[in-house]
């Protein structure tokens, strides 16, 4: 299983993705359901904004300190018995697990859902190397069975509709009857429960991410619903969890001052189902758990994050509100933009992974409405951010032609206000007069980007400057 | 050079810094000692009534059921009554917790109650939870003999008692605790925060329980036996 990056081709994507129907109508569960169930949980929590602040604060502190962090991290979890390795690259990072694996022998691998493994491809990976992972998190075991990368980040699967699903199922289990009854979710998810339990209780190995590290305590901590997340890191012999080097948090109460806005931001819970604090492997009386336990803490282009304009994005708790309230992502859904992170924070995130050449469409994709940073719950500027994408796009000279001398064009104009009025006031009036009858136009001559998809409203013979003079607010 | 020389070189090199400033160990070194607590909800600073009846609610708001028993004496009872009202078998798995050892099981005598971890085979478990936060109904559950993990997420129906003095208004005062009885640097293999049965909503958003863990989650809160280690958390 190979994914290939198609975030160049953002705009095919799109335009493929507005024309879905079946598409479209998931789109729509998550358009008019998750913004109410984050407004409903917050309302419920009077300190929400003040943990947002917070929250912020803590990424902000430990990212200033670290080097110190990871390093207390790796000295404590190390005295507990866990395993601590560093990967500078995706590559390296599945090497290490995939060399784990071998060692044991691991004929079963259960995974966890994880964004990090996604970004390192590491599924595809250990394919080539010969081993069989399996995806117990249920959207992200339906989207595996599909080839497909995930199309959110906390939902995996929610582009797809129940019939779709189902299909894939009728297709990959083979060994059930045929005639069996699955026009319920519900019998869905039965069946990928009896299906994946089986998996659980052979795996050698698991897998799984990690949503906080604590350094105080040497431990990794995992959020999840289903909790698969706990069956993949305790019933294996071997338990390895692989995180980016930002998941570092102080302690115990900086983990809890996330986990309450983590829920709250992602799925309108006020909290998961389970977050469960690993610390190292089993203990001599433990009569459950795995007794290796392995860290795999990757950098994979974060540290050259950490220097430049983009150290704010390194806050990111991977929450998903920021998809759910964008405008965008409503329209095209995460497929469209090509590779592992989608919506705003996948429009910054992704350049700074695979490049601004090749991501150069994403920071674009966005009408600067602000509803991601109004939500985020670390406090991330992302519109900022993604004008800081188009600044160095421009720079670098990666934007179109036309739209460069465009901006020159106008910018020439911009800084001689006298020529600027003097070209714009006859051109409203033209315009003006020729749209009079219609109030708006259907086609224009050099808009056509604009009036392909929509009408122009006709101007009404005054420029915005004359408006504003003539009612004395020079 | 290691990668993880790399990677700490890369980081040095991002922030400007040598990682030997002294005051910069000694901001990590404080802050982790001091462990501040950031923003606590108001919601669950209570008294111990209002606090409980908060936990309980909290719970039943994520489809978990509660129920309150006088004294551990009663436990056996409640638990085949529930097991009877749901029609399944009187058989359920434990581990070798001393509160649940101390139950008189032997008034149920149909009441089957095997003690340790569990494969998979077992449809009824039954932990006593370290401690509990009120504000949004979340069990604390720790690893080990007395309360072996598999239980909390194997078995299909999950027994959790809990202790009244136990309950905490908040997340911090639960985790402060363990700091305490541990340290910091000797937690559990697992500490499972848990709050309701397992679900998802990753088929069309449609919340349905029981997707690798249990489906039902029932909380039993034991009246009167002060028979947790008492103020042990500093609610």
């Given amino acids: ?474 | 050079m290691t990668a993880r020389d790399l990677v700490f070189g890369s980081i040095r090199r991002a922030l400007g810094v040598t990682g030997l400033e002294e005051p910069r160990r000694k901001a990590v070194q404080d802050r982790l000692r001091d462990h501040p607590r950031g923003v606590i909800p108001k919601r669950g600073q209570l008294g111990a009534e209002e606090r409980i009846a908060l936990f309980l609610a909290k719970i039943e708001a994520v489809s978990g059921t509660t129920q309150r028993i006088a004294s551990l004496d009663d436990l056996p009872a409640a638990v085949a009554e529930y097991l009877r009202a749901h029609n399944l078998p009187l058989v359920l798995k434990r581990g070798a917790d001393p509160v649940l050892a101390a139950a008189p099981w032997e008034r149920e005598p149909a009441l089957t109650v095997a003690v340790g971890a569990t494969g998979g085979d077992d449809l009824v478990a039954m932990s006593h939870a370290y401690g509990a936060a009120a504000e949004t109904g979340t069990l604390v559950l720790l690893s080990g003999p007395n309360n072996p993990t598999t239980l909390n997420f194997l078995p299909d129906n999950h027994i959790v008692v809990v202790a009244p003095d136990t309950v905490a208004g908040d997340y911090e005062s639960v985790l402060a605790a363990l700091r305490d009885k541990f340290g910091a640097e000797g937690l559990p293999r697992a500490v499972n925060l848990v709050t309701g049965p397992s679900r998802s909503a990753d088929i069309e958003q449609t919340l349905i329980l029981g997707a690798h863990g249990p489906r039902r989650l029932h909380v039993i809160l034991v009246e009167g036996a002060p028979f947790s280690e008492k103020g042990r958390v500093n609610a």
């Fill in chain 1, 1 to 474: 299983m190979t994914h290939h990056t198609t975030s160049p081709r953002f705009k095919d994507n799109a335009k493929a993705a507005l024309v879905d129907p079946e598409l479209q109508k998931a789109l729509h569960f998550v358009e008019t359901n998750f913004p109410q169930r984050r407004r409903n949980v917050a309302d419920m929590l009077p300190e929400f904004d003040a943990l947002r602040d917070a929250a912020r604060d803590i990424k902000n502190h430990t990212l200033s300190f670290l080097d110190l962090y990871l390093e207390t991290f790796e000295t404590r979890a190390t005295a507990r018995g866990s395993q601590v390795h560093f990967a500078v690259t995706a590559e390296e990072a599945n090497r290490i697990v995939a060399d784990i694996c071998r060692t044991h022998g691991a004929k079963t691998i259960t995974k966890g859902k994880s964004m990090v493994g996604e970004e390192t491809g590491l599924n595809a990976f250990l394919e080539a190397n010969g081993f069989a992972p399996v995806e117990t998190d249920l959207g992200e075991y339906i989207i595996q069975i599909r080839h497909e990368l995930p199309s959110h980040i906390i939902m995996p699967a929610v582009h797809l509709r129940k019939a779709q699903i189902e299909a894939d199922f009728r297709r990959v289990h083979k060994d059930l009857p045929k005639e069996r009854n699955l026009d319920e979710p519900a019998a869905l998810l039965a069946e990928a429960r009896a299906t994946l339990r089986a998996k659980f209780l052979a795996a050698d190995v698991g897998i799984t991410g990690a949503n906080f590290l604590i350094a105080e305590t040497g431990s990794a901590v995992i959020v999840t619903n289903e909790g698969n997340g706990d069956l993949t890191a305790t019933l294996p012999k071997v338990h390895i969890v692989l995180a980016s080097i930002e998941k570092i948090v102080p302690s115990l109460e900086d983990m809890a001052q996330l986990m309450r806005v983590l829920a709250r931001s992602a799925t309108g819970q006020e909290m998961s189902v389970y977050t469960t604090i690993f610390t190292g492997p089993r203990r001599p009386d433990d009569p459950d758990g795995p007794v290796e336990h392995h860290i795999v803490i990757v950098d994979n282009g974060r540290t050259a994050m950490l220097a430049g304009k983009f150290r704010d994005m390194l806050r990111c708790i991977r929450c998903g509100a920021c998809l759910n309230h964008c405008p965008v992502y409503h329209a095209v859904g995460g497929h469209a933009y090509g590779w592992v992170y989608p919506g705003p924070m996948g429009a910054v995130l992704t350049p700074s992974l695979i490049g601004i050449d090749k991501a150069g469409h994403l920071p674009n994709a966005s009408t600067f409405c602000g509803r991601c940073e109004e939500v985020c719950p670390v406090r991330i500027p992302l519109p900022r951010l993604m004008r800081f994408w188009r600044e160095r796009e421009f720079e670098r000279r990666l934007s179109p032609t036309v739209q460069r001398t465009g901006l020159k064009l106008w910018a020439f104009f911009a800084k001689r206000p006298r020529l600027y009025r003097l070209a714009t006031a006859p051109a409203m009036q033209v315009l003006a007069w020729f749209g009079r009858k219609q109030g708006r136009f259907r086609f224009l001559p050099l808009a056509t980007g604009w009036t392909k998809h929509r009408d122009l409203p006709a101007p009404q013979g005054k420029t915005f400057q004359e408006q504003w003079r003539e009612r004395g607010r020079p």
